[in-house]
């Protein structure tokens, strides 16, 4: 088939997702047109010797990329988020149409960030069969407590729109189907779609002696935090439960983000000497380092919409087979339990995390090993890349399929895709 693929973000950025599937899609035969923007996640601003242009666009036998301008404004507020979003969307209308015409099936990589572009590009493509994948329900536009503000409320009606525009609606975690539906989506429309991790960077391996010097601690068992620390994941609460634990445990917190200084803020004010911060290190680096450590800490908040919400750092977590120990609610509870890859507890209850944290410790290294095991098994049968993008491609012929069934008023049935 012709596939067009929108996605907000795309490699060279952290977005292995649509990045792999688009690899996989022309590898399968398939000529691939990918319409984004230009590389500025996470810092938000465009990474060096890249420079915005509307001409630009790479191309091989049979993927085709094509980058579009929008707004990078860096300081991560609300007004500058919307501005990309809203820039995106004005960017995506004008190449869009030109760049995307005539796919057979459109796949839309579905963040908050690209809901009016992905609403803007069907209105102008008219009866293209869509796939809409959708990652996140809740865009991060309210300050926590506060008021919903008026942009968090006009996206959330473009996504009605959106779920009720396409043909079929795949979600990465089984408990966002009941919020989709809620929003609009026609549950015989819906589908899981469990994402996968980037298996050339997130793989079993031997750590490096840099990554137990970076990680391990005076003998003791580490859990590591890697990734972002942001508002979703609640670290000071992990921050409290390792404060009583010294010469127990180490918490090892690699990466950064908007909430570090305040998580870094509370662990010197509890002077907790094992709680230990690790700048964001290179990709490259992280089977080394999830190697190097005893367990992975899946933190989430205690909030209705991140129950049903599977963080990428438990899919890489599962593929490196190291074991996880989560505090959260919901799927992301239950697929390690189901995998009995790990231990879990509630989310923001530093209480019981200390004590699955003291428990982690006396757990031995061979029955640790084999809870990472039953993960990395956990991966490749229910959430590997092969297994993704071939669900992905079914659903793609399964959208063709359902627009032929049902053409739009005043229009006639599509003719036969190419294979």
Not at 36 to 46: E, M, Q, S
Not at 192 to 203: A, Q, S
């Amino acid at each position: 088939m012709r596939i067009g693929i929108l996605s907000y973000h795309f490699p060279p950025e952290p977005a292995f997702v649509p990045g792999s599937l688009a690899e996989q899609l022309a590898a399968r035969g398939h000529d691939v047109r990918v319409l984004t923007g230009f590389p500025d996640y996470p810092g938000g601003h465009v990474y060096p010797g890249w420079r915005q242009r509307w001409r630009y666009e790479t191309r091989s036998e049979r993927l085709a990329v094509r980058r579009v301008p929008r707004w990078s404004g860096g300081d991560g507020a609300v007004r500058a988020r919307v501005a990309g979003w809203l820039s995106f969307a004005a960017s995506a209308a004008t190449i869009g149409r030109g760049h995307l015409a005539g796919v057979d099936a459109l796949y839309v990589h579905q963040l908050p960030a690209a809901t009016f572009a992905a609403v803007g590009l069907l209105r102008l493509l008219g009866a293209v069969p869509t796939v809409l994948h959708v990652q996140d329900v809740q865009p991060e536009l309210d300050a926590q407590g506060a008021t919903p503000t008026p942009w968090a409320a006009r996206v959330a009606a473009a996504t009605r729109r959106l779920y009720r525009s396409v043909d079929v609606v795949a979600v990465a975690a089984p408990g966002m189907r009941d919020l989709v539906v809620a929003g609009g989506a026609d549950p015989g429309r819906v589908r899981v779609v469990l994402n996968w991790t980037d298996e050339r960077l997130f793989h079993p391996a031997e750590p490096t002696r840099e990554a137990r010097r970076l990680v391990r601690g005076d003998g003791r068992c580490v859990v590591m935090h890697a990734g972002t620390i942001g508002a979703r994941h609640g670290l000071e609460t992990a921050v409290r439960a390792a404060a009583p634990l010294r010469g127990t445990m180490d918490l090892v917190v690699v990466g950064s983000g908007p909430d570090e200084a305040r998580v870094r803020g509370l662990a010197a004010e509890l002077g907790t000497d094992n709680v230990r911060f690790v700048a964001r290190r290179s990709p490259l680096e992280m089977s080394d380092l999830y190697a190097a450590a005893d367990y992975q800490l899946v933190t989430l908040r205690d909030l209705p919409e991140l129950s049903a919400t599977v963080p990428g750092k438990l899919q890489a977590a599962f593929g490196c087979a190291s074991p996880v120990l989560a505090a959260a609610r919901g799927d992301t509870v239950e697929i390690v339990e189901r995998a009995r890859a790990g231990l879990s507890c509630p989310p923001e209850d530093w209480a019981t995390l200390a004590d699955r944290f003291w428990l982690a410790a006396t757990i031995p290294p061979a029955a640790r090993r084999e809870m990472g095991r039953r993960g990395r098994e956990a991966y490749l049968r229910d959430m590997s890349l092969r297994g993704g993008v071939d669900r992905v491609e079914q659903l793609l012929h399964e959208a063709v399929a359902a627009r032929r069934s049902r053409p739009s008023v005043g229009q006639e049935p599509r003719t036969e895709s190419r294979a």
